[in-house]
């Protein structure tokens, strides 16, 4: 290993309206196990010489598994009342990526994109499809109430009740956000000692979505990108805006083009461009040298990173 190589992982919970008021004390304490568990899975895989895909799967699976983020286990309801998972995942030395869209019965939504991208000539699959391949493939499968948790029904409740009394064939961006209080979507990020990065990110969507909607977290370059020259990106938030702004690959071309860091690249998209347009998100990210980054224009981000000098997860804006 290289003297100026270090391995890293960094992660994410999702990001919005994430108040010290909207949490208990247990819920707080129950999200940063969570999320210190995820980091610990990954970074032993590569502080024994394992590689970052396979570390950013560790982390991403615990946080699936978990019911306090909209992703595998906590995921949203669909307006039918169901639902419907993406996920993507991408290597930066060879720029290869695998994702799924919509899947309903794939226990594990980034293994079945880690599928895509090795044993398919694909990059994304989505709904009855992906479910299928997902399902050849071995992977576990369950059935869609196995992803039912109480708080994301009753967020649910909240947006019918909201959206049938405006009559709408849709709920408002706003009595979603109402309902939700954050953006729940998870990713990860990290370098190996072969100074390989690779992200990944894996979602339950927006509460009430309608008519098959997708947003970005299984869109490469939108909410998650990996290049071994510039960085690694997985994004969380209002995922309409950031598949317009191409926010994951955006950053990276800045670092890799304008020869900006990590940290700079980041604030200006997601703090500067995205702000200015009302887009609400965060990304974490990691450059080659195996230094993290956590840039999020909200009241707070389920996040954490560890390297081999430190450690830390946190959820509020001033930790």
């Not at 949490?23 to 590569?46: M, N, P, R, V």
């Amino acid at each position: 290993m290289a003297a100026e190589q270090q391995v890293a992982i960094v992660i994410h919970g999702g990001a919005g309206t994430i108040k010290r008021e909207n949490l208990s004390d247990e819920q707080e304490k129950a999200i940063k196990k969570d999320l210190q568990a995820a980091l610990d899975a990954g970074y032993a895989i590569l502080e024994r010489g394992g590689d970052s895909t396979q570390s950013i799967i560790a982390a991403i699976k615990i946080l699936e598994d978990s019911e306090h983020f909209n992703a595998g286990k906590g995921a949203v309801y669909t307006k039918p009342g169901k639902h419907e998972l993406d996920a993507s995942i991408m290597r930066g030395n060879d720029l290869e990526a695998g994702a799924v869209a919509g899947v309903s019965y794939t226990k594990n939504p980034i293994l079945a994109a880690e599928q895509v991208m090795l044993n398919s000539p694909h990059v994304m699959l989505a709904g009855s499809g992906a479910d299928t391949f997902s399902q050849l493939k071995g992977l576990e499968q369950v059935k869609n109430s196995y992803f039912d948790t109480p708080a994301r029904y009753k967020a649910w409740q909240e947006v019918e009740t909201k959206t049938k009394a405006k009559n709408a064939d849709q709920a408002s961006q706003q009595d979603v956000l109402d309902a939700e209080f954050k953006f729940g979507t998870v990713g990860a990020v990290a370098v190996d000692q072969n100074g390989d990065i690779a992200a990944g990110t894996s979602t339950g969507g927006m509460t009430y979505k309608a008519w098959g909607r997708v947003g970005d977290s299984p869109v490469i370059g939108a909410g998650t990108y990996a290049d071994n020259r510039s960085c690694g990106i997985s994004a969380t938030g209002h995922g309409e805006f950031f598949i317009r702004y191409t926010v994951a690959s955006d950053i990276c071309a800045r670092v890799r083009y304008q020869k900006l860091t990590l940290q700079q690249a980041a604030q200006e998209v997601i703090m500067t461009e995205l702000k200015a347009v009302g887009g609400s998100g965060g990304v974490i990210g990691m450059d080659p040298k195996g230094k993290p980054v956590m840039v999020f224009n909200t009241s707070g981000m389920y996040r954490g990173y560890k390297t081999p000098e430190s450690s830390k997860v946190a959820i509020y804006g001033d930790e």
